[in-house]
């Protein structure tokens, strides 16, 4: 009895004061493993008088436990000071300042929304955002797209999986749901952009599944169509960085405006490169018009009091156009050799007194 006691303690001392696993782990074999001292000595609890295995056995047993649980607890310690040591090496001082061989690229979408902020900025409007899943009520039906309006087929949407409560969130297909966001969240008059990702089930040369947009949305008790027209054409002459860009005023519809008109900018695609004014080609980039009286009702905006233009433009066609990149595919490629192409320098922030592009 006091024996195994004695050895006991020895044993638990080989495990206390091993100094990393591996020496953890010969310990465990020479106490435990197959040939180990204490599977040795229960080994020997068969060939015993009934009355000695009565005193023995309980002995080992309770070792055997005490033993199991030491080597756990101490593998636990070595564990935790291991994962210590590699934190404090590998450790990275955050507050170095870049190496230039390893500077990366501002990507061209980053760029233009830093430019049309700017652009907008500088005309008094302010930024505002919503989340990139949506509900189908400020995607469509607060937007005066009821169910079973066609205009939903046209939209290619990613739905998601039905909830219990039967309700399926959607990932939003344009930015124009911020539009009642913004309404309910500020009384009128109202002046917003809101840049970010929109989501369709749609890839070719000048779709992407994800692809960017910016909302625009004016509310006050005089905007028209007059306003909307020179907000957007004051808005391509700063962004192209030109005097006149040709631009195109095509009548359309949208459920949400009234009326509503779609807007293209000439270009010419030639030798893979796209061209902007030049040539016979056009490029679509935005759809707006007049803000419908129902989406202002369905944003708590008494539509017998204020009116209001909207916009909703294509940010990775913006970035095609002004910088000659002809498939928009390649946007999201990842390529870095197409990064470090058409990248920006990190601190070229675009502002109009100093530069939009340089
Ligand atoms: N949401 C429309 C689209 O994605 C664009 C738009 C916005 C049209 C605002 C009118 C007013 O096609």
């Excluded at 055997?64 to 564990?79: G, S």
């Excluded at 419908?292 to 905006?301: E, N």
């Amino acid at each position: 009895m006091t024996d195994i006691e004695a050895r006991a303690r020895e044993m638990l001392n080989a495990v206390h004061s091993a100094s990393d696993m591996n020496a953890l782990e010969s310990v465990r074999i020479s106490v435990l493993g197959k040939k180990g001292v204490l599977t040795e000595m229960m080994k020997g609890l068969g060939a015993m008088s009934a009355e000695e295995r009565k005193i023995m056995g309980p002995a080992l047993n309770g070792a055997k436990d005490q033993l199991t649980a030491a080597i756990a607890a101490r593998a636990q310690t070595l564990q935790a000071q291991a994962l210590n040591i590699r934190l404090a090496q590998e450790r990275i001082d955050i507050s170095l300042p870049a190496r230039p061989e390893i500077r990366g690229a501002i990507h061209p979408v980053s760029q233009v929304i830093d430019e049309v902020i700017a652009i907008f900025g500088d005309m008094g409007f302010s930024v505002a955002e919503g989340p990139d899943i949506e509900s189908d009520f400020y995607n469509f039906t607060a937007l005066n797209i009821p169910p079973e309006h066609p205009a939903r087929q046209m939209h290619d949407t990613f739905y998601f999986n039905e909830k219990p409560d039967g309700e399926r969130l959607l990932l939003r297909t344009h930015t124009s749901p911020v539009q009642i966001r913004s309404m309910e969240k500020t009384k009128p008059p109202l002046r917003i952009i809101a840049p970010g990702r929109t989501y369709r089930c749609d890839s070719d040369m000048t779709h992407t599944p994800m692809f960017h947009q910016v909302e625009g949305l004016v509310i006050d008790e005089t905007a028209h169509m007059g306003h909307l027209k020179g907000c957007l054409t004051e808005f391509c002459k700063a962004f192209f960085e030109v005097d006149n860009v040709r631009m195109r005023f095509r009548p359309s519809h949208f459920p949400f405006t009234e009326p509503s008109a779609e807007v293209d900018i000439g270009c010419r695609r030639s030798g893979g490169e796209l061209r902007i004014g030049e040539g016979e080609d056009w490029l679509e980039i935005l759809g707006c018009g007049m803000v419908h009286p129902k989406v202002l009702q369905h944003g708590g905006i008494d539509p017998d009091k204020y009116q209001g233009f909207a916009f909703g433009m294509g940010i990775d066609r913006l970035a095609m156009l002004k910088y000659g990149i002809p498939d928009l595919r390649d946007f999201f490629e990842a390529d870095l050799r197409w990064l470090r192409h058409y990248g920006f320098a990190a601190l070229d922030i675009p502002s109009l007194p100093g530069g939009l592009s340089r």
